[in-house]
């Protein structure tokens, strides 16, 4: 699935099965919601933080899609084409750092 069609599948979605889009802060506030569960797991998983003891095991792929979903949601209301915003996005950063990352020590 390419990102346009994911953009078009979950105004679909939204416009049938979930009958109307939240307002665009409400998409924001459960945008951050959501940011908050996938780190609540990676900084369990990933990170120096425990699951607690008989905790169901999280499913981290189904996490990064709540964040996707909402992300995309928030771009169909705004009107945001995600394929160019991420295409214009990765050039901008291939100008600014072409020889930044090469050249960290830190990286190295």
């Known amino acids: 699935m390419t990102i346009t069609e994911a953009q ?4 679909e979605w939204i416009n049938t099965i979930g009958v109307r889009y939240f307002n665009e802060l409400t998409n924001t506030a459960i945008l951050m919601e959501e940011v908050g569960e996938l780190a609540r797991i ?12 008989n905790a169901p095991k999280p499913d981290l792929g189904d996490e990064m899609a709540d964040v996707l979903f909402v992300l995309i949601c928030l771009a169909n ?32």
């Open 77 to 108: 209301q705004t009107g945001i084409d995600l394929t160019e915003a991420l295409k214009k996005n990765l050039d901008k950063k291939t100008k600014r750092d072409n020889k930044r990352h090469q050249e960290n020590v830190k990286l190295k």
């Open 42 to 53: 990676m900084a369990r998983e990933y990170g120096e933080q425990s699951f607690k003891k």
């Open 8 to 11: 078009k599948i979950v105004d």
